[in-house]
Nanobody, 119 residues
């Protein structure tokens, strides 16, 4: 059983910073992709950033230059450093991990953590 637990969300003023963490536990294949997604009220869930187990990263255009994704494979933990936050960054942020095994996609989500950015 795979569990993902996010932490670090909260209320911050525009221009401020937050650091999200995602602690993973359970049987996770060593070669995987972890990512942060977010969902604002009334909107679809969208990709924020992803990072492979080898350290390659990809970001949504809206967060490039402001957010940094990282991971510590030894601790099975992923991070999202969010700087220069904007009110439009307000959303529930979800942690995700995916890997392929025997032609099947394994896909797990955390419960989400609220990030609220005030003007």
């Amino acid at each position: 059983q795979v569990q993902l637990v996010e932490s670090g969300g909260g209320l911050v003023q525009a221009g401020g910073s937050l650091r999200l963490s995602c602690a993973a536990s359970g049987s996770i294949f060593g070669i995987n992709v972890m990512g942060w997604y977010r969902q604002a009220p009334g909107k679809q869930r969208e990709l924020v950033a992803v990072i492979t187990s080898a350290g390659s990263t990809n970001y949504a255009d809206s967060v490039k230059g402001r957010f940094t994704i990282s991971r510590d494979n030894a601790k099975n933990t992923m991070y999202l450093q969010m700087n220069s936050l904007k009110p439009e960054d307000t959303a529930v942020y979800y942690c995700n991990v995916q890997w392929w095994s025997s032609s099947s996609l394994n896909n797990y989500w955390g419960q989400g953590t609220q990030v609220t950015v005030s003007p």
